[in-house]
DNA sequence: GAGTGGTCTAGACCACCCT
DNA sequence: GGGTGGTCTAGACCACTCG
Protein backbone atom coordinates (compact mmCIF):
# COMPACT_ATOMS: atom_id res chain seq x y z
CA UNK A 1 0.00 0.00 0.00
CA UNK A 2 0.87 3.26 -1.05
CA UNK A 3 1.94 6.00 1.67
CA UNK A 4 -0.30 8.56 0.83
CA UNK A 5 -3.39 6.29 0.29
CA UNK A 6 -2.29 4.60 3.47
CA UNK A 7 -2.51 7.96 5.30
CA UNK A 8 -5.63 8.54 3.47
CA UNK A 9 -7.66 5.54 4.45
CA UNK A 10 -6.47 6.21 8.55
CA UNK A 11 -7.51 10.18 7.99
CA UNK A 12 -11.02 8.54 6.76
CA UNK A 13 -11.32 6.28 9.42
CA UNK A 14 -10.76 8.33 11.58
CA UNK A 15 -13.45 11.10 10.39
CA UNK A 16 -16.12 8.00 10.32
CA UNK A 17 -15.16 6.08 13.18
CA UNK A 18 -15.29 9.48 15.49
CA UNK A 19 -18.03 10.66 13.18
CA UNK A 20 -16.87 14.02 13.17
CA UNK A 21 -18.84 17.05 12.42
CA UNK A 22 -19.08 18.91 9.05
CA UNK A 23 -16.05 21.88 10.16
CA UNK A 24 -14.28 20.02 12.39
CA UNK A 25 -10.63 20.82 12.42
CA UNK A 26 -7.91 18.33 11.90
CA UNK A 27 -4.46 18.18 12.93
CA UNK A 28 -2.21 20.54 10.38
CA UNK A 29 0.52 19.57 7.96
CA UNK A 30 3.26 19.87 9.80
CA UNK A 31 1.76 17.45 12.65
CA UNK A 32 0.98 14.88 10.36
CA UNK A 33 4.01 15.22 8.99
CA UNK A 34 5.70 14.35 11.96
CA UNK A 35 3.37 11.76 13.14
CA UNK A 36 3.41 9.80 10.13
CA UNK A 37 7.43 10.63 9.29
CA UNK A 38 6.65 11.01 5.88
CA UNK A 39 8.04 14.70 3.48
CA UNK A 40 5.38 17.08 3.59
CA UNK A 41 4.38 16.39 -0.20
CA UNK A 42 3.29 13.48 0.86
CA UNK A 43 0.98 14.79 3.15
CA UNK A 44 -0.51 17.25 0.44
CA UNK A 45 -0.81 14.58 -2.01
CA UNK A 46 -3.16 12.70 0.67
CA UNK A 47 -5.07 16.26 1.71
CA UNK A 48 -5.25 16.62 -2.50
CA UNK A 49 -7.01 13.07 -2.76
CA UNK A 50 -9.43 13.20 0.06
CA UNK A 51 -9.89 16.98 -0.70
CA UNK A 52 -11.31 15.34 -4.53
CA UNK A 53 -13.33 12.82 -3.01
CA UNK A 54 -15.00 15.24 -0.95
CA UNK A 55 -14.46 14.01 2.79
CA UNK A 56 -12.43 17.41 3.61
CA UNK A 57 -11.60 20.68 2.32
CA UNK A 58 -8.55 22.83 2.87
CA UNK A 59 -8.33 26.56 3.43
CA UNK A 60 -5.15 28.77 3.17
CA UNK A 61 -3.62 29.90 6.44
CA UNK A 62 -6.61 28.55 8.61
CA UNK A 63 -5.94 24.72 8.61
CA UNK A 64 -8.05 21.49 7.59
CA UNK A 65 -11.70 20.76 8.18
CA UNK A 66 -13.59 17.81 7.58
CA UNK A 67 -17.03 17.84 5.02
CA UNK A 68 -19.80 15.46 5.59
CA UNK A 69 -22.44 15.13 2.99
CA UNK A 70 -25.44 15.96 4.87
CA UNK A 71 -28.33 13.80 3.08
CA UNK A 72 -28.67 10.20 3.58
CA UNK A 73 -30.09 7.80 0.53
CA UNK A 74 -28.77 9.19 -1.91
CA UNK A 75 -26.63 7.44 -4.90
CA UNK A 76 -23.61 8.75 -5.14
CA UNK A 77 -22.45 9.80 -9.07
CA UNK A 78 -18.87 9.39 -10.09
CA UNK A 79 -17.88 5.95 -8.27
CA UNK A 80 -17.49 2.60 -9.58
CA UNK A 81 -20.94 0.97 -10.60
CA UNK A 82 -22.98 3.42 -8.71
CA UNK A 83 -23.35 1.10 -5.75
CA UNK A 84 -21.02 -1.12 -3.55
CA UNK A 85 -20.23 1.65 -0.61
CA UNK A 86 -22.55 4.22 -1.32
CA UNK A 87 -26.07 3.19 0.56
CA UNK A 88 -23.37 1.59 2.79
CA UNK A 89 -25.84 -0.04 4.65
CA UNK A 90 -28.52 -1.15 2.42
CA UNK A 91 -27.79 -4.38 0.31
CA UNK A 92 -28.71 -3.91 -3.21
CA UNK A 93 -29.90 -6.99 -5.18
CA UNK A 94 -29.32 -8.18 -8.48
CA UNK A 95 -31.75 -10.17 -10.42
CA UNK A 96 -30.23 -11.20 -13.56
CA UNK A 97 -32.71 -11.56 -16.40
CA UNK A 98 -30.99 -11.66 -19.50
CA UNK A 99 -27.64 -13.19 -20.49
CA UNK A 100 -26.48 -14.06 -23.87
CA UNK A 101 -23.58 -13.43 -26.41
CA UNK A 102 -25.01 -11.00 -29.31
CA UNK A 103 -23.96 -8.90 -31.89
CA UNK A 104 -23.09 -5.22 -31.59
CA UNK A 105 -25.47 -2.79 -33.38
CA UNK A 106 -24.32 -0.02 -34.40
CA UNK A 107 -25.36 2.19 -30.72
CA UNK A 108 -22.78 -0.23 -29.34
CA UNK A 109 -20.25 -0.38 -31.90
CA UNK A 110 -20.24 3.70 -31.61
CA UNK A 111 -19.84 3.56 -27.45
CA UNK A 112 -17.50 0.52 -27.55
CA UNK A 113 -15.40 1.64 -30.06
CA UNK A 114 -15.93 -1.62 -32.00
CA UNK A 115 -17.23 -2.80 -35.17
CA UNK A 116 -20.71 -3.37 -35.80
CA UNK A 117 -20.95 -7.14 -35.35
CA UNK A 118 -18.43 -7.28 -32.77
CA UNK A 119 -19.33 -9.90 -30.15
CA UNK A 120 -20.32 -8.46 -27.19
CA UNK A 121 -22.00 -9.91 -23.80
CA UNK A 122 -25.67 -8.65 -22.94
CA UNK A 123 -26.52 -8.97 -19.17
CA UNK A 124 -29.94 -7.00 -17.71
CA UNK A 125 -30.58 -7.48 -14.28
CA UNK A 126 -33.06 -5.89 -12.19
CA UNK A 127 -31.24 -3.95 -8.76
CA UNK A 128 -33.28 -3.47 -6.06
CA UNK A 129 -32.97 -2.56 -2.81
CA UNK A 130 -35.02 -3.91 0.44
CA UNK A 131 -37.10 -5.14 -2.08
CA UNK A 132 -37.82 -2.13 -3.75
CA UNK A 133 -36.77 -1.71 -7.63
CA UNK A 134 -34.08 0.30 -8.06
CA UNK A 135 -33.35 -0.28 -12.10
CA UNK A 136 -33.09 -1.84 -15.00
CA UNK A 137 -29.72 -2.46 -16.19
CA UNK A 138 -28.85 -3.35 -19.76
CA UNK A 139 -24.96 -3.65 -19.76
CA UNK A 140 -22.75 -4.85 -23.12
CA UNK A 141 -19.03 -6.19 -22.03
CA UNK A 142 -16.78 -6.41 -25.35
CA UNK A 143 -15.94 -9.85 -25.60
CA UNK A 144 -12.42 -9.34 -26.67
CA UNK A 145 -11.67 -8.08 -23.55
CA UNK A 146 -13.68 -9.62 -21.07
CA UNK A 147 -13.17 -13.09 -22.37
CA UNK A 148 -15.53 -15.42 -20.17
CA UNK A 149 -18.47 -14.61 -18.26
CA UNK A 150 -20.98 -16.64 -16.49
CA UNK A 151 -24.36 -17.10 -14.40
CA UNK A 152 -22.28 -17.15 -11.32
CA UNK A 153 -20.01 -13.98 -11.63
CA UNK A 154 -22.82 -11.76 -12.89
CA UNK A 155 -24.94 -12.32 -10.36
CA UNK A 156 -22.30 -11.10 -7.82
CA UNK A 157 -19.89 -7.86 -8.49
CA UNK A 158 -18.96 -8.12 -12.48
CA UNK A 159 -16.10 -5.13 -11.66
CA UNK A 160 -14.48 -7.49 -8.94
CA UNK A 161 -14.37 -10.18 -10.88
CA UNK A 162 -12.36 -8.21 -13.86
CA UNK A 163 -10.03 -7.04 -11.40
CA UNK A 164 -8.96 -10.09 -9.63
CA UNK A 165 -9.89 -12.30 -11.92
CA UNK A 166 -9.15 -10.98 -15.10
CA UNK A 167 -6.89 -8.52 -14.19
CA UNK A 168 -8.33 -5.27 -16.24
CA UNK A 169 -8.48 -2.77 -14.20
CA UNK A 170 -11.04 0.03 -14.49
CA UNK A 171 -9.32 3.74 -15.72
CA UNK A 172 -11.84 6.32 -15.86
CA UNK A 173 -15.91 6.32 -17.14
CA UNK A 174 -18.02 8.54 -18.92
CA UNK A 175 -22.03 9.02 -17.75
CA UNK A 176 -24.57 10.74 -19.74
CA UNK A 177 -28.25 11.56 -17.55
CA UNK A 178 -31.53 11.98 -19.38
CA UNK A 179 -34.84 11.62 -18.70
CA UNK A 180 -37.53 10.33 -20.19
CA UNK A 181 -41.21 8.73 -20.20
CA UNK A 182 -40.63 4.51 -19.31
CA UNK A 183 -42.11 2.79 -22.10
CA UNK A 184 -43.25 -0.63 -22.66
CA UNK A 185 -40.74 -3.59 -21.16
CA UNK A 186 -38.63 -0.98 -18.95
CA UNK A 187 -42.33 0.08 -17.43
CA UNK A 188 -43.50 -3.71 -16.32
CA UNK A 189 -40.08 -4.57 -14.93
CA UNK A 190 -39.93 -1.26 -12.60
CA UNK A 191 -43.14 -1.88 -12.12
CA UNK A 192 -44.71 1.72 -13.18
CA UNK A 193 -47.62 2.84 -15.25
CA UNK A 194 -46.41 3.79 -19.08
CA UNK A 195 -45.02 7.00 -19.60
CA UNK A 196 -43.79 7.51 -15.87
CA UNK A 197 -40.55 9.57 -15.39
CA UNK A 198 -37.25 7.54 -15.69
CA UNK A 199 -33.96 8.35 -15.53
CA UNK A 200 -31.77 7.25 -18.04
CA UNK A 201 -27.98 6.94 -17.15
CA UNK A 202 -25.63 5.51 -20.22
CA UNK A 203 -21.93 4.57 -18.70
CA UNK A 204 -19.17 4.15 -20.57
CA UNK A 205 -15.94 2.33 -18.34
CA UNK A 206 -12.77 2.34 -19.99
CA UNK A 207 -9.60 -0.08 -19.10
CA UNK A 208 -6.88 1.79 -17.55
CA UNK A 209 -5.04 1.97 -20.94
CA UNK A 210 -8.08 3.69 -22.70
CA UNK A 211 -10.38 1.04 -24.10
CA UNK A 212 -13.74 1.19 -23.74
CA UNK A 213 -15.14 -2.21 -22.86
CA UNK A 214 -18.23 -2.08 -20.67
CA UNK A 215 -21.57 0.07 -22.15
CA UNK A 216 -24.49 0.30 -19.53
CA UNK A 217 -27.59 1.64 -19.92
CA UNK A 218 -29.45 2.14 -16.45
CA UNK A 219 -33.07 3.13 -15.92
CA UNK A 220 -34.19 4.42 -13.07
CA UNK A 221 -37.20 4.15 -10.88
CA UNK A 222 -37.95 7.32 -10.07
CA UNK A 223 -39.57 7.25 -6.68
CA UNK A 224 -36.59 5.14 -5.42
CA UNK A 225 -33.31 6.89 -6.42
CA UNK A 226 -32.04 9.80 -6.14
CA UNK A 227 -28.50 10.77 -6.66
CA UNK A 228 -25.64 12.81 -5.12
CA UNK A 229 -22.54 14.91 -6.62
CA UNK A 230 -19.35 16.10 -4.97
CA UNK A 231 -17.25 19.68 -5.94
CA UNK B 1 -0.77 32.98 -12.71
CA UNK B 2 0.67 29.19 -11.31
CA UNK B 3 3.27 27.26 -13.57
CA UNK B 4 1.19 24.37 -13.50
CA UNK B 5 -2.37 26.32 -14.08
CA UNK B 6 -0.22 28.17 -17.33
CA UNK B 7 0.87 24.49 -18.50
CA UNK B 8 -2.41 22.90 -18.22
CA UNK B 9 -3.92 25.39 -19.85
CA UNK B 10 -1.62 25.58 -22.72
CA UNK B 11 -1.92 21.86 -22.96
CA UNK B 12 -5.60 21.87 -22.64
CA UNK B 13 -5.56 24.62 -25.58
CA UNK B 14 -3.57 22.34 -27.66
CA UNK B 15 -5.70 19.73 -27.53
CA UNK B 16 -8.54 21.78 -28.62
CA UNK B 17 -7.14 23.90 -31.65
CA UNK B 18 -4.80 21.28 -33.23
CA UNK B 19 -8.42 19.11 -32.37
CA UNK B 20 -6.58 16.42 -31.58
CA UNK B 21 -8.71 12.49 -31.54
CA UNK B 22 -9.10 10.62 -28.23
CA UNK B 23 -5.88 8.06 -28.06
CA UNK B 24 -3.20 10.82 -29.43
CA UNK B 25 -0.45 10.84 -27.73
CA UNK B 26 0.93 13.19 -25.95
CA UNK B 27 5.09 14.20 -25.29
CA UNK B 28 6.04 12.39 -22.40
CA UNK B 29 7.51 13.85 -19.30
CA UNK B 30 10.66 13.81 -19.63
CA UNK B 31 9.73 16.38 -22.55
CA UNK B 32 7.20 18.26 -20.78
CA UNK B 33 9.95 18.68 -18.34
CA UNK B 34 12.23 19.97 -21.05
CA UNK B 35 10.01 22.22 -23.12
CA UNK B 36 8.59 23.96 -19.97
CA UNK B 37 11.94 24.09 -17.83
CA UNK B 38 10.30 23.66 -14.58
CA UNK B 39 10.74 20.16 -12.43
CA UNK B 40 8.82 16.55 -12.78
CA UNK B 41 6.83 16.80 -9.77
CA UNK B 42 5.27 20.43 -11.09
CA UNK B 43 4.76 18.52 -14.18
CA UNK B 44 2.89 15.59 -12.90
CA UNK B 45 1.08 18.11 -11.36
CA UNK B 46 -0.45 19.46 -13.92
CA UNK B 47 -0.79 16.36 -15.24
CA UNK B 48 -3.24 15.29 -12.45
CA UNK B 49 -5.37 18.57 -12.88
CA UNK B 50 -5.72 17.65 -16.02
CA UNK B 51 -6.28 14.17 -15.03
CA UNK B 52 -9.10 14.84 -13.12
CA UNK B 53 -10.79 17.21 -15.18
CA UNK B 54 -11.04 14.29 -18.00
CA UNK B 55 -8.79 15.60 -20.55
CA UNK B 56 -6.27 13.32 -20.99
CA UNK B 57 -5.74 9.78 -19.09
CA UNK B 58 -2.08 8.60 -17.91
CA UNK B 59 -0.84 5.13 -18.44
CA UNK B 60 2.16 4.02 -16.69
CA UNK B 61 4.83 2.62 -18.62
CA UNK B 62 3.24 3.79 -21.59
CA UNK B 63 2.53 7.02 -22.00
CA UNK B 64 0.08 10.21 -22.06
CA UNK B 65 -3.05 10.21 -24.23
CA UNK B 66 -6.05 12.67 -25.05
CA UNK B 67 -9.32 11.94 -23.96
CA UNK B 68 -12.04 13.47 -25.66
CA UNK B 69 -15.80 13.78 -24.75
CA UNK B 70 -17.86 12.06 -27.73
CA UNK B 71 -21.60 13.49 -27.48
CA UNK B 72 -22.25 17.55 -28.12
CA UNK B 73 -24.93 19.01 -26.48
CA UNK B 74 -24.84 17.80 -22.74
CA UNK B 75 -24.65 19.58 -19.44
CA UNK B 76 -21.81 19.26 -17.65
CA UNK B 77 -22.22 18.42 -14.30
CA UNK B 78 -19.55 18.73 -11.76
CA UNK B 79 -18.92 22.78 -13.23
CA UNK B 80 -19.28 25.74 -11.49
CA UNK B 81 -23.16 26.37 -11.57
CA UNK B 82 -23.92 24.27 -14.43
CA UNK B 83 -23.63 26.13 -17.62
CA UNK B 84 -20.87 28.71 -18.50
CA UNK B 85 -18.45 27.55 -20.56
CA UNK B 86 -20.44 23.77 -21.11
CA UNK B 87 -22.59 24.43 -24.04
CA UNK B 88 -20.09 26.52 -25.43
CA UNK B 89 -20.99 27.95 -28.63
CA UNK B 90 -24.58 28.18 -27.34
CA UNK B 91 -25.91 31.31 -25.70
CA UNK B 92 -27.76 30.56 -22.55
CA UNK B 93 -29.93 33.65 -21.68
CA UNK B 94 -31.29 33.97 -18.36
CA UNK B 95 -34.79 35.61 -17.80
CA UNK B 96 -35.50 37.37 -14.10
CA UNK B 97 -39.14 36.34 -12.70
CA UNK B 98 -38.50 37.07 -9.13
CA UNK B 99 -36.46 38.67 -7.01
CA UNK B 100 -37.26 39.88 -3.50
CA UNK B 101 -35.69 39.30 -0.16
CA UNK B 102 -37.50 36.90 2.08
CA UNK B 103 -37.36 35.08 5.50
CA UNK B 104 -35.29 31.69 5.21
CA UNK B 105 -37.60 28.89 5.85
CA UNK B 106 -37.02 25.85 7.66
CA UNK B 107 -36.19 24.13 4.17
CA UNK B 108 -33.63 27.20 3.26
CA UNK B 109 -32.53 27.46 6.80
CA UNK B 110 -30.82 23.82 6.66
CA UNK B 111 -29.26 23.97 3.57
CA UNK B 112 -27.39 27.01 4.00
CA UNK B 113 -26.49 26.46 8.16
CA UNK B 114 -28.54 29.68 8.92
CA UNK B 115 -31.47 30.47 11.14
CA UNK B 116 -34.89 30.37 10.81
CA UNK B 117 -36.23 33.56 9.59
CA UNK B 118 -32.67 35.14 8.53
CA UNK B 119 -32.59 37.01 5.49
CA UNK B 120 -31.90 35.43 1.99
CA UNK B 121 -32.41 37.19 -1.66
CA UNK B 122 -34.68 35.35 -3.97
CA UNK B 123 -33.87 34.84 -7.40
CA UNK B 124 -35.95 33.11 -9.66
CA UNK B 125 -34.66 32.83 -13.02
CA UNK B 126 -36.06 30.72 -16.49
CA UNK B 127 -32.78 29.76 -18.68
CA UNK B 128 -33.09 28.73 -21.89
CA UNK B 129 -31.27 28.28 -24.58
CA UNK B 130 -31.91 29.32 -28.74
CA UNK B 131 -35.37 29.98 -27.22
CA UNK B 132 -35.64 26.63 -25.85
CA UNK B 133 -36.46 26.56 -22.73
CA UNK B 134 -33.71 24.74 -20.22
CA UNK B 135 -34.83 24.72 -17.04
CA UNK B 136 -36.34 27.12 -13.96
CA UNK B 137 -33.68 28.07 -11.26
CA UNK B 138 -35.20 29.22 -7.98
CA UNK B 139 -31.98 30.39 -5.76
CA UNK B 140 -31.38 31.36 -2.33
CA UNK B 141 -27.94 33.48 -1.47
CA UNK B 142 -27.57 34.09 2.20
CA UNK B 143 -27.61 38.02 2.79
CA UNK B 144 -25.14 38.09 5.66
CA UNK B 145 -22.22 36.93 2.79
CA UNK B 146 -23.93 38.52 -0.11
CA UNK B 147 -24.70 41.80 0.97
CA UNK B 148 -26.36 43.52 -2.40
CA UNK B 149 -27.54 42.01 -5.58
CA UNK B 150 -29.51 44.20 -8.08
CA UNK B 151 -31.25 43.37 -10.79
CA UNK B 152 -28.69 43.78 -13.63
CA UNK B 153 -26.28 41.49 -11.87
CA UNK B 154 -28.80 38.74 -11.73
CA UNK B 155 -29.68 39.33 -15.21
CA UNK B 156 -25.83 38.70 -15.63
CA UNK B 157 -23.65 35.92 -13.99
CA UNK B 158 -24.30 36.34 -10.48
CA UNK B 159 -21.07 34.00 -10.04
CA UNK B 160 -18.60 36.45 -11.55
CA UNK B 161 -19.72 39.18 -9.25
CA UNK B 162 -19.42 37.46 -6.31
CA UNK B 163 -15.40 36.73 -7.14
CA UNK B 164 -14.81 40.35 -8.59
CA UNK B 165 -17.19 42.32 -7.12
CA UNK B 166 -17.48 40.69 -3.41
CA UNK B 167 -14.20 39.08 -3.16
CA UNK B 168 -16.16 35.67 -2.82
CA UNK B 169 -14.80 32.82 -4.26
CA UNK B 170 -16.53 29.35 -4.50
CA UNK B 171 -15.38 26.56 -2.68
CA UNK B 172 -16.80 23.74 -3.22
CA UNK B 173 -20.47 22.80 -4.16
CA UNK B 174 -23.33 19.27 -3.22
CA UNK B 175 -25.39 18.40 -6.07
CA UNK B 176 -28.55 16.40 -5.41
CA UNK B 177 -30.72 15.07 -8.08
CA UNK B 178 -33.70 13.50 -7.95
CA UNK B 179 -36.78 13.07 -10.67
CA UNK B 180 -40.36 14.07 -10.10
CA UNK B 181 -43.09 14.68 -12.07
CA UNK B 182 -43.88 18.22 -12.76
CA UNK B 183 -46.65 19.96 -10.67
CA UNK B 184 -48.70 23.68 -10.95
CA UNK B 185 -46.50 26.68 -11.68
CA UNK B 186 -43.20 24.64 -12.75
CA UNK B 187 -45.18 23.34 -15.36
CA UNK B 188 -46.43 26.58 -16.71
CA UNK B 189 -43.08 28.17 -17.01
CA UNK B 190 -41.59 24.99 -18.14
CA UNK B 191 -44.59 25.21 -20.72
CA UNK B 192 -45.27 21.10 -20.20
CA UNK B 193 -48.19 19.60 -19.11
CA UNK B 194 -48.84 18.74 -15.64
CA UNK B 195 -47.15 15.53 -14.24
CA UNK B 196 -44.78 15.72 -17.21
CA UNK B 197 -41.09 14.38 -16.12
CA UNK B 198 -38.51 16.32 -14.92
CA UNK B 199 -34.92 16.53 -13.53
CA UNK B 200 -34.80 18.74 -9.79
CA UNK B 201 -31.08 19.71 -8.82
CA UNK B 202 -30.29 21.16 -5.75
CA UNK B 203 -27.59 22.33 -5.30
CA UNK B 204 -25.54 24.20 -2.29
CA UNK B 205 -22.44 26.09 -2.93
CA UNK B 206 -19.83 26.78 -0.03
CA UNK B 207 -16.93 29.63 0.08
CA UNK B 208 -13.67 28.82 -0.09
CA UNK B 209 -13.98 28.93 3.82
CA UNK B 210 -16.58 26.08 4.07
CA UNK B 211 -19.65 28.38 4.64
CA UNK B 212 -22.76 27.77 2.32
CA UNK B 213 -23.59 31.24 0.61
CA UNK B 214 -26.14 29.60 -2.19
CA UNK B 215 -28.99 27.17 -2.21
CA UNK B 216 -30.91 26.89 -5.61
CA UNK B 217 -33.06 24.68 -6.83
CA UNK B 218 -32.87 23.62 -10.85
CA UNK B 219 -36.06 22.12 -12.40
CA UNK B 220 -35.11 21.12 -15.65
CA UNK B 221 -37.18 20.07 -18.86
CA UNK B 222 -36.35 16.87 -20.20
CA UNK B 223 -36.69 17.07 -23.33
CA UNK B 224 -34.44 19.83 -23.34
CA UNK B 225 -31.43 19.35 -21.18
CA UNK B 226 -29.11 16.21 -20.94
CA UNK B 227 -25.97 15.82 -18.88
CA UNK B 228 -22.10 14.85 -18.90
CA UNK B 229 -20.36 12.98 -16.10
CA UNK B 230 -16.69 12.28 -15.99
CA UNK B 231 -14.37 10.13 -14.36
C1' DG C 1 4.32 38.03 13.38
C1' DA C 2 3.49 33.18 14.18
C1' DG C 3 1.13 29.52 12.20
C1' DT C 4 -0.49 27.20 8.32
C1' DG C 5 -1.41 25.85 3.66
C1' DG C 6 0.53 26.11 -1.41
C1' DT C 7 4.11 26.03 -5.00
C1' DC C 8 8.35 24.57 -6.77
C1' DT C 9 12.84 22.29 -7.13
C1' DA C 10 16.36 18.47 -7.88
C1' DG C 11 17.14 14.19 -7.41
C1' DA C 12 16.62 9.11 -5.90
C1' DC C 13 14.33 5.05 -6.69
C1' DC C 14 10.37 2.07 -8.08
C1' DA C 15 6.78 -0.07 -11.33
C1' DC C 16 5.25 -0.91 -15.61
C1' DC C 17 5.20 -1.35 -20.86
C1' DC C 18 7.20 -2.51 -25.08
C1' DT C 19 10.32 -4.42 -28.33
C1' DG D 1 16.92 -2.95 -21.24
C1' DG D 2 15.46 1.60 -22.39
C1' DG D 3 11.63 4.58 -21.98
C1' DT D 4 8.02 6.25 -19.29
C1' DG D 5 4.98 7.20 -15.54
C1' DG D 6 4.60 7.10 -10.11
C1' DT D 7 6.18 7.75 -5.37
C1' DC D 8 8.85 9.97 -2.05
C1' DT D 9 12.19 13.10 0.11
C1' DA D 10 14.18 17.50 2.11
C1' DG D 11 14.22 21.91 1.84
C1' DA D 12 13.36 26.80 0.01
C1' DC D 13 10.18 30.28 -0.44
C1' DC D 14 5.47 32.31 -1.03
C1' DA D 15 0.47 33.55 0.36
C1' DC D 16 -3.01 33.71 3.42
C1' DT D 17 -5.37 33.98 8.17
C1' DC D 18 -5.87 35.25 12.64
C1' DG D 19 -5.06 37.06 17.06
Redesign the interface.
Known sequence: MLKYQEIAREIEKKIKTENLK??TKLPSVGELVAQYKVSK?TILRTL?ELE?K?AI?Q?QG?GI?V?R???KG?IT??EHKGFSGDLDYLEVESKVINFEIVAATEEIANNLQCEIGDKVYLVKRIQSIQGQILSVEESYYKKRLITFLNRSIIEGSIFQYLEEGLNIHV???????????TKGQISKYLGLPEN????LVEEIY?T???EPFDFSKLY?H?EH???????
Chains 1, 2 share one sequence.
Open positions: QGNKVGYVSFRRNRYLLGFSDKYLSVHKSPMLYNNGYYSQFFLQS
